[in-house]
């Protein structure tokens, strides 16, 4: 027995017209890291060089300085043998070098204080910190007290758990 037009409207149709519907899907946030220097290559940073996401936001590193190559390197014993920096649930990453233009994402999922720099600039200060989460989630993980094998000048470039958190974003752009 065919069913009638009535009786598909009122049914089928009504299924047919919702499969139609688009949905929106929620994507995961995407922030973005810019590696940046002066035209003679003379000051380099990372722009915002510390930031405060939630958990599953994907970072975007874009090196949008036209004339160094950058990387965007977590500190980690497996990278390049570095002392943790990083919440230790969390997988080091290692963008490699990036050419002027190139870009590299991670995930980070992991509450946390995540220290990373780029390998041949570390001593000029270009290192970043990302806040995931705040120190009263489940699992936090606050800045690494070990500091023997970072450079004092990284140190000093690195902004502060506190300042990123009461800021969202902490811009260091060096001084001319």
């Excluded at 233009?101 to 204080?113: A, C, Q, R, T």
Aim: proline share 10%.
């Amino acid at each position: 027995m065919m069913p009638s037009r009535r009786e598909f409207l009122g049914f089928g149709g009504g299924t047919l017209a919702a499969l139609l519907v688009p949905r929106r899907s929620v994507a995961a946030p995407v922030a973005v890291i810019e590696m940046r220097g002066t035209a003679r290559g003379e000051r380099i940073w990372f722009s915002p060089q510390g930031l405060a996401v939630a958990a599953g936001t994907t970072i975007r590193f874009i090196n949008r300085d036209p004339g160094n190559s950058h990387t965007a390197t977590a500190y980690h014993p497996s990278l390049y043998g570095r002392m943790r920096r990083i919440p230790e649930a969390v997988t080091p990453w290692d963008s490699d070098f990036l050419l002027p233009g190139d870009m590299f994402e991670i995930k980070l999922s992991v509450p946390g204080v995540y220290d990373y720099y780029c390998i041949p600039h570390e001593m000029g200060g270009m290192v970043g910190r990302f806040v995931v989460g705040q120190p009263d989630d489940p699992g936090w993980e606050g800045p690494a007290a070990d500091t023997g094998d970072v450079m004092p000048e990284a140190l000093a470039a690195l902004p502060s758990v506190e300042d990123i958190l009461a800021n969202g974003r902490v811009e260091r752009k060096p001084a001319a």
